[in-house]
């Protein structure tokens, strides 16, 4: 029962992941064709095009959002194919809380760094 | 995941690189696989790197410093490559998933035809506009490279 509800958490971060990852996707690698986001005769990861998607409150909450989904999708793959190869009770426990522990701590460095950044742009 | 019920997993990973019988979308498995630990391996790895926006303009210049060259580049392009083929074909598992484009159940009547037969077309459809993603990404790639 708890599988199946961390698998139908795993296929609805995908979703998330699909629209979210995919606008960043074109901001970022489709710019030249798209042009979302950034400004005229700028790269996406020049500092100016930076601090104008920090300064909107829309990329700081998505930048948030995509950052739990994808390391929950990832992390509960990587789980399930680790799972697969039938580790012993032991492993698959701390496993478990290797891959929790990990994924909490890179969510609250990540989330923080969002936030920052975001404070520092409206600063400047 | 379920568990298995005390039959060993007797392959382990080696299970991935034969297609066997399967065929086509046992392929599309592995390189989902694949891509997906490529892309985790790389998103850990991002979100570090991306975090020095946080410290300002010089550690951001840095960073970004540190992840420049060709060697870089063709990286980025092999994630954007995996991130395509990736959500392609996370979109049809979970389609088939939700039961949409696996077929309708039919008698077994020779020349037998599986819900596979039905879910390739679809399987196709997905790959070709991940195709079309990849060189909309590597169109972009070349602009860049050239200007």
């Known amino acids: 029962m708890r599988d199946q509800r961390l698998w139908t958490w795993h296929v609805l971060a995908g979703l998330v992941i699909l629209v979210l990852l995919g606008l ?10 798209l042009g979302w986001f950034n400004p005229p005769d700028m790269k996406p990861v020049a500092w100016g095009a ?8 829309f990329f700081t909450v998505s930048y948030i959002v995509l950052l739990g989904a994808a390391l929950f999708h990832g992390l509960y793959g990587l789980r399930n194919i680790l799972f697969e ?9 701390a496993l478990n809380v290797f891959l929790a522990a990990g994924g909490v701590g890179l969510f609250v460095f990540g989330a923080w760094a969002a936030w920052a950044a975001g404070v520092l742009a409206r600063t400047l | 995941m379920l568990d298995n019920k005390g039959h060993p997993n007797r392959l382990g990973i080696w299970g991935w690189l034969g297609g066997g019988r399967w065929g086509f979308e046992r392929y599309l498995y592995t390189l989902h696989r694949l891509t997906g630990l490529g892309l985790l391996c ?6 570090f790197v991306t975090s020095a926006r946080a410290y300002g303009q010089d550690a951001w210049a840095a960073s970004m410093g540190r992840v420049t060259g060709g060697l870089f580049t063709a990286g980025e392009f092999l994630v954007f490559a995996a991130f395509a083929f990736h959500a392609a074909n996370g979109v049809r598992l979970a389609l088939i998933e939700l039961g949409i484009a696996i077929g309708k159940p039919i008698e077994p009547v020779y020349p037998y035809r599986t819900s596979v037969h ?3 077309r679809l ?25």
Do not use: C, W
């Not at chain 2, 790389?42 to 979100?47: G, M, S, T, V």
């Open chain 2, 118 to 120: 039905e879910q390739r």
């Open chain 2, 42 to 47: 790389y998103f850990l790895l991002h979100i």
């Open chain 2, 123 to 147: 399987a196709i459809g997905v790959m070709v506009v991940a195709g079309l993603v990849l060189a909309a990404g590597g169109y972009n790639f070349f602009v860049h490279l050239t200007h």
């Open chain 1, 85 to 93: 190869l039938a580790p012993g009770r032991g492993v698959k426990s």
């Open chain 1, 50 to 57: 930076v601090l104008q998607r920090a300064r909107m409150g």
């Open chain 1, 24 to 33: 960043h996707m074109g901001i970022m690698h489709l710019d030249t064709l």
